[in-house]
Nanobody
């Protein structure tokens, strides 16, 4: 069982930066693939980034050159550094845990989810 709690969301102007953090409970954190997803009003949940237990990563094309995912296994945390934010990045961002790297981009394969944190980017 893994419990996830996100923090770091907020309101920022276009071009600004935010850093989201996800704190996980449980002694097996390092075994999980950790992902970030987002969902805007009226839209489907979409993949943002994922990081494997060894630090390998995947990014959505829309964020690849602007966002960076990292994890600290001893501290049970995973962060998402978001730079050059755009209004279209506005969404609720969710942290999630998965045990299968090959399905890391598919939200349906994730077993555990945080409650989400709102990110709003003004133009």
């Amino acid at each position: 069982q893994v419990q996830l709690v996100e923090s770091g969301g907020g309101l920022v102007q276009a071009g600004g930066s935010l850093r989201l953090s996800c704190a996980a409970s449980g002694r097996t954190f390092s075994r999980y693939v950790m992902g970030w997803f987002r969902q805007a009003p009226g839209k489907e949940r979409e993949f943002v980034a994922a990081i494997s237990w060894s630090g390998g990563n995947k990014y959505a094309k829309s964020v690849r050159d602007r966002f960076s995912i990292s994890r600290d296994n001893p501290k049970n945390t995973v962060d998402l550094q978001m730079n050059s934010l755009k209004p279209e990045d506005t969404a609720v961002y969710y942290c999630a845990a998965n045990s299968d790297w090959f399905t890391a981009v598919d939200w349906r394969s994730y077993d555990y989810w945080g409650q989400g944190t709102q990110v709003t980017v003004s133009s």
